[in-house]
T-cell receptor, first 114, second 110 residues
């Protein structure tokens, strides 16, 4: 296994369009996390899943954002009606079990909304 | 005020120098992570600790739970250590999300 993968690595879109990102975690990891990082800042938590259940969502995740992990493996993050403020790096991480397990990060998807 | 604060924000040093990056947090935590982020965005987890000290190669991480403070040290720094170093705290037991500091940009000059 080569680690957490994300697709696409870069996305340029026009304001108002919908975008969808995919994250494939390390295969045996049951926890999956989404973070957002804007330029010059540390990442911010968006949401996380244990298996297919979405256990927590940040207030940052407006109703334009939706995340799914339908079979407890890969996850998708969709942003509807994108705004320029959505421009950021979207990071996915996965971990095994809970209680202080190391999170392994993917390379991120860099989104630019024009 | 961010719950996790790092200092300094930027650090430039000569190759070979001993580097210290500090992280303080305002509430009780269950674990603290040190992460390294290279240009292009990839993040690598360096350490996860909840007490004491950990060492891996030239990197040393310490945490003082009572003082709510952690440090990352790099001995014999090298230009390839140039990166952004981020501390992230798991706030409380049963709370799996990480709260991140804003990062310290380290540049090691040959």
């Amino acid at each position: 296994d080569t680690g957490v993968s994300q697709d696409p690595r870069h996305k340029i879109t026009k304001r108002g369009q919908n975008v969808t990102f995919r994250c494939d975690p390390i295969s045996e990891h049951n926890r999956l996390y989404w973070y957002r990082q804007t330029l010059g800042q540390g990442p911010e938590f968006l949401t996380y899943f244990q298996n297919e259940a979405q256990l927590e969502k940040s207030r940052l995740l407006s109703d334009r954002f939706s995340a799914e992990r339908p079979k407890g493996s890969f996850s998708t993050l969709e942003i509807q009606r994108t705004e320029q403020g959505d421009s950021a790096m979207y990071l996915c991480a996965s971990s095994l079990l809970a209680g202080g397990e190391t999170q392994y990060f993917g390379p991120g998807t860099r989104l630019l909304v024009l | 005020k961010n719950e996790v604060e790092q200092s300094p924000q930027n650090l430039t040093a000569q190759e070979g120098e001993f580097i210290t990056i500090n992280c303080s947090y305002s509430v009780g935590i269950s674990a603290l992570h040190w992460l390294q982020q290279h240009p292009g965005g990839g993040i690598v987890s360096l350490f996860m600790l909840s007490s004491g000290k950990k060492k891996h190669g030239r990197l040393i991480a310490t945490i003082n739970i009572q003082e709510k403070h952690s440090s990352l040290h790099i001995t014999a720094s090298h230009p390839r250590d140039s990166a952004v170093y981020i501390c992230a705290a798991r706030m409380g037991f049963g709370n799996e999300k990480l709260t991140f500091g804003t990062g310290t940009r380290l540049t090691i000059i040959p």
